[in-house]
């Protein structure tokens, strides 16, 4: 860690999407172990506007040790972006060797902020934008999967400029029983379970789903299906930690997992790194995951999520930014591998500054 202590990194976080306090609660939790691993870290708030500013330093830019995140920021110091030369507070530069980015879904997951820091000329950590862009639209990343092998839950997709397709059509090719869920989002955002929906039903949760994205997926609901989860860390050799897998464990197991149960106070999901016991399957699963980190070109770090029906193993989803709160998996599954979480920071700046 010690050749990080002379480095100066910048923590972007917040965020226009619907996950914007799941970030604000990630950086609670990585703020301080930066300021362990780096000379210096600057807080950039993002705001629910867009704006962008540094909360954590005066109009000169010098840091406030005492600063603690709160969930109700006080914005401070907004900043600007000249293209090719930096980030700019008063005319004065940043003088930045790495972000790090930790806000959710749009307009950080996306790769929009990637692409931003690319002309920026500011190394970041994670996938690169053009990786980050694929992977946060879900169908995008199952056609290049499954032209890879890696196999997924049949869909259907419906753009918000296209006709609902008919119901009993889709129900013919899929399932009685659908789940509908918004491309674009993560985190169990804009989702609907139907048992057998009625037309009305249907059309109801396909229009829930376009608050959140353009285009909507649906696809069968499948019935005891096991949700499994796989973090993977890339080290300065390049070579890949699979850590996991994880049983996501729900009061009720056959509930879906939405935003409310995977990040409330009541009923939320854990998830538990030991109940998988078959080595076969682990090693599957490992493999699997380090697989479609390399297909997608990821880079840094990432949770591949799975689903188990009938003893086969099905892609979920790829998180490029996972979330890092104190309920956050991706933290737990690199705990079964003996890495704490400020080890694994570590890494992945080191990746980010390579």
Known sequence: ?????????????????????????????????????FFKVYLIYVNTQGNFFIVNCDSKLKIDNTYSI??????????????????????????????FILIHGNEGEDGKLQGLLDIMNIKYTGANSTSSGICIYKELTRNILISNNINTIDTIVVDSKDKIPNLETIKKKLSNDLFIKSE?????????????PSFDEFFKAINYSFKYSKRVLIQ??????????????????HTL????????????????????????????????????????????LQNQAKQIFKYLN???????????????????????????????????????????????????SKVALK
């Open 298 to 348: 990821l880079s840094g770090y990432s949770r591949i999520d799975f689903f188990i029906y009938k003893d086969k193993i099905y892609l979920n989803e790829v998180n490029t930014i996972p979330g890092m709160t104190s309920k956050s998996h991706f933290p737990l599954l690199l705990e079964r591998e003996n890495i704490s979480l400020i080890d694994a920071l570590a890494k992945i």
């Open 184 to 196: 674009t989002t993560g985190s169990s955002i804009g989702i609907n379970a139907l048992v057998n």
């Open 70 to 99: 709160e969930n109700k920021i006080k914005t401070r110091n907004e900043i600007s972006f000249i293209a090719n030369k930096g980030i700019y507070l008063n005319n004065i530069k940043l003088q930045l060797d790495l972000a």
């Open 241 to 284: 930690i699979a850590a996991g897998p994880g049983l996501v464990i729900k009061k009720n197991m056959s509930d879906i997992l939405s935003y409310d149960k995977k990040y409330g106070n009541v009923d939320s999901a854990t998830i538990n790194t030991e109940i998988i016991k078959d080595k076969k399957l682990i090693e599957l």
């Open 1 to 37: 860690m010690n050749n990080l202590k002379n480095k100066t990194i910048a923590l972007f976080f917040g965020g226009r999407s619907p996950e914007h306090e799941i970030s604000i609660n990630s950086a609670k939790t990585v703020y301080p172990l930066l300021n362990q691993l």
């Open 220 to 237: 069968p609901l499948l019935k005891d299906i096991k949700e499994v989860e796989v973090a993977i860390l890339e080290k300065e050799d």
